[in-house]
């Protein structure tokens, strides 16, 4: 039993340390940025505060999303190297940001890009995600 949970770890390596970075690199900047008194909101809502008066709205694409990634997970055996680090990071920046939704109701967005957008490490990690995955993914589809 110990032997087949060491071949799952080493066969997703690239995606256990995309996983782990994120959500500690996360969990560490945004402590930092509040306990500085650096400029931040609290996202209570979804994406960009959308839907801010719905507090668990933004529970419900990132549980989606996980869902969604376990099953192609499990249709597609052989990830590249590019899929596994974008898979990590779409789960590192979800399981983190879905951790702090559960624990405290929601998320410290302190990187402000536009006027009115707000964001934080996990939701870069989880754009850089997809946009790895797809990319790589549509590789495989053209070539």
């Not at 340390?17 to 996202?43: A, E, M, P, Q, Y």
């Not at 994406?47 to 419900?60: A, E, K, N, Q, T």
């Amino acid at each position: 039993m110990l032997q087949r949970e060491i071949s799952l770890l080493a066969r997703y390596r690239l995606q256990v340390l995309g996983f782990t970075l994120v959500i500690v690199l996360d969990k560490l900047s945004k402590w930092w940025v509040v306990r500085n008194n650096f400029s931040f909101i609290v996202n209570r809502g979804g994406v960009f505060s959308v839907f801010d008066h719905w507090p668990f709205f933004g529970l419900l694409p990132i549980l989606a999303f996980c869902l969604l990634s376990v099953v192609f997970l499990r249709m597609h055996k052989r990830l590249s190297r590019g899929e596994q680090v974008g898979f990590g990071l779409l789960f590192g920046g979800s399981i983190s940001n879905l951790m702090d939704r559960v624990l405290w109701g929601g998320v410290v967005d302190f990187l402000h890009v536009f006027p009115q957008n707000w964001f934080n490490l996990a939701d870069v990690a989880i754009t850089g995600g997809i946009i790895l995955v797809l990319f790589k993914s549509m590789g495989k589809v053209i070539g």
